[in-house]
């Protein structure tokens, strides 16, 4: 009906001057209606809302009083487990210290052949290549000698001729004599020219220089063969067979491989461990060092003698170099059959060093910090002590401090140490029982039960 009325009034509303009065009586009409249509609203009674508070309040009441008379738990000892760890005993004893470095193994006598005649060269060792071996005296080489040999005939010609003149002046001389004595006058008495003396002398002369030419002669000749100085390997070679070389000119290189040298650096905390000798003085007591390097998974070593110090400091590493010696590096002088030890190689070296007396032997497991060990008396306490280190290593630290009879020294790792308190020992069967009040029960279960490591 509502809906009717709205929808005349729209119709009408084109011509409002017209239909005024009727307009206002339909809108009076519309507002009555629609309060007529409206429901009295209903009141809600004050004990439903209190019902369910009142409830509520008396169910926590309940609550409370049930709490409170319900009885209180027994009391009950706690159990506080002290930190399980593991102890040894600590030793004294004399320890050998060994002193680790590494360094290049190199030929203890490296040289240049050089051509002292200049020529061809004629020949060369079947060996003349660059790792051949020549035993000392071996020829590596020949120069052509052809000049040579005529020098030497020169040379000998000429002292032939020398002697045939000492011999002339010899018999001279004798006869000068012979003739002065027919005066009747002493020989004393004679001039020095009247015997000769001045000739027969320089005619010993001429053949002291003719035989130094045919030395020189001889020199030159053998000096047309390059032989080895020494047992060698040939590192470089400089020449080949039909070339000329001349006065100076450097043929190749060889190196001595009776023996190889080590030159092993040491630090200076080192040194005062190594029995090392004075570099006017020959050490009776020669340290070993051991050789050892990794190849394909397999550990070779060789075994040598510490045989030289140098004695100066490096000015920029600030370390002191020792020299050990390896004899026959290559195996090829003796019937040993070791790894050779090829020169170049880069090798760690384990020098042994000076046996020190009374001191202990820490696992590097049992320090903690920079110098703080555990130790546990027999009553099971924890003791934290600070030690001296004399020396330490990859495993263990070595000091000489002394220690109580009755301490042990503990390897465990612990969280959170504290002087004084108790502990247990793997092996040793100790449980500690305590019994605390309990308002600060739950402060010593937070605070110092530890469970097993």
Known sequence: MIIAK??????????PNKYIPIHRDLIMSIVAEKNNNKKPRRMIQLRYVLTPIAIILFAIIGLIV?????????KKPTIIKAPLVE???????????????QGSVVPRTQTNLVSEVSGQITSVNDKFNVGGFFKKGEVLLTIDDISYRVG??????????????????????????????????????????????????????????????????????????IKAPYDAMLKEKQVEIGQYVSTGSTLAMTFAVDYAEVRLPIKQRDVEFLNLPKIN?????????????????????????????????????RVHYVVAQVNDPYSVLSTSEHQELRIGTFVNASIAGKTISDIVAIPRDALHGANKIYLVDDKKRLHIQEINVLR??????????????????????????????????????????????????????????????
Do not use: C
């Open 6 to 15: 709205l929808l005349y009034l729209l119709s009408i509303g084109m011509e």
């Open 66 to 74: 049930v709490a409170a008379l319900a009885p209180k738990p027994a």
């Open 87 to 101: 102890a040894q005993s600590i030793e004294r004893q004399d320890i050998r210290f060994a002193i680790s470095s």
């Open 152 to 225: 030497l005939l020169q040379a000998q010609s000429r002292l032939d001729a020398a002697n045939a003149v000492l011999v002339e002046e010899q018999a001279r001389k004798e006869q000068a004599e012979d003739e002065w004595l027919l005066t009747g006058k002493a020989l004393s008495a004679a001039p020095v020219l009247a015997l000769r003396l001045p000739q027969l002398q320089k005619a010993k002369a001429d053949v002291k220089a003719a035989e130094a030419d045919v030395t020189d002669a001889e020199v030159k000749l053998t000096r047309t063969q």
């Open 281 to 317: 003085q020959q050490d009776s007591k020669v340290s070993q060092v051991d050789i050892f390097y990794q190849l394909m998974g397999a550990q070779h070593t060789w075994v040598s003698n510490l045989t030289r110090y140098e004695g100066e400091v490096d000015s920029r590493s």
């Open 392 to 453: 330490n290593d990859a495993d263990y630290v070595y000091s000489h401090d002394v220690f109580a009879e009755n301490h042990r020294l503990i390897t465990t790792q612990m969280e959170t140490p504290v002087e004084g308190m108790t502990l247990r020992i793997v092996g040793e069967t100790a449980v500690v029982e305590k019994e605390t009040a309990p308002e600060t029960a739950s402060q010593t279960e937070s605070t110092e039960t530890q469970g097993d490591d």
